[in-house]
């Protein structure tokens, strides 16, 4: 938790969440696996950090929508909902057991911000302001899916409609054949553990 606190100023329900996240998850870890058993207990550095640099990167006006494509057990979609309380998040993944938990840790900790769609993203035809993902597929692929679901109404946000995505390593290959500017940001560069030497946000305009 103070991994959280060292880098945001956040209120008492906030605090609340969070802490509350730190038992949920390694709860929920025992009947699904969501997350790496050996990495379960660096929930808070490696998942809800690493998921809150978006956060450092955008800071979403009220009213921001914003889709969360393989969301997993709840990364980044559920720290940044936490962060956010006023915008809205769609999360999104197409094996059932993991978005369950998802699910149940967002009613748990009591979270209104938040909606879940089973399938893939090419059934969802929602549009939003911003398209947040981990690690789900090459950048390629992923700024060609989702394209589709950016919408072309500013809300008003420091940052022009897009992608912000968590990565690593080296984007060249995966940069290929993207027509829109491909921006980085190293994550050390905002936290100072290890842990974030290779890793970095990617922000990709659509327009």
Not at 7 to 15: D, M
Not at 18 to 37: A, M
Not at 103 to 127: P, Y
Request: glycine share 8%.
């Amino acid at each position: 938790m103070q991994s959280i606190t060292k880098y945001f100023n956040l209120s008492e329900r906030q605090k609340e969440q969070f802490e509350t996240l730190g038992t949920l998850y390694p709860e929920w870890n025992e009947k699904i696996n969501v997350i790496s058993r050996k990495d379960i207990d660096n929930l808070y550095v490696n998942h809800i950090l690493h998921s809150l640099s978006i956060a450092k990167f955008i800071n979403p006006v009220d009213g921001t929508r914003i889709l969360d494509m393989g969301t997993g057990g709840g990364f980044p979609g559920i720290p940044l909902a936490v962060m956010f309380p006023k915008c809205h998040f769609h999360l999104i993944d197409r094996i059932g057991k993991k978005l369950r938990v998802a699910s149940e840790v967002a009613k748990e900790i009591g979270l209104k911000n938040v909606t879940f769609q089973h399938g893939d993203v090419g059934e969802c035809r929602e549009k939003f302001n911003y398209v947040v993902s981990r690690a789900v597929m090459p950048l390629n692929n992923l700024i060609r899916l989702v394209a589709k679901n950016i919408s072309p109404r500013d809300a008003g946000n420091t940052y022009a409609n897009g992608a912000v995505v968590l990565k690593g390593g080296d984007l060249t290959e995966e940069s290929k054949g993207i027509c829109f500017p491909v921006i980085e940001y190293n994550i050390n560069e905002l936290f100072a553990e290890p842990q974030f030497e290779t890793k970095k946000v990617v922000y990709v305009p659509i327009k």
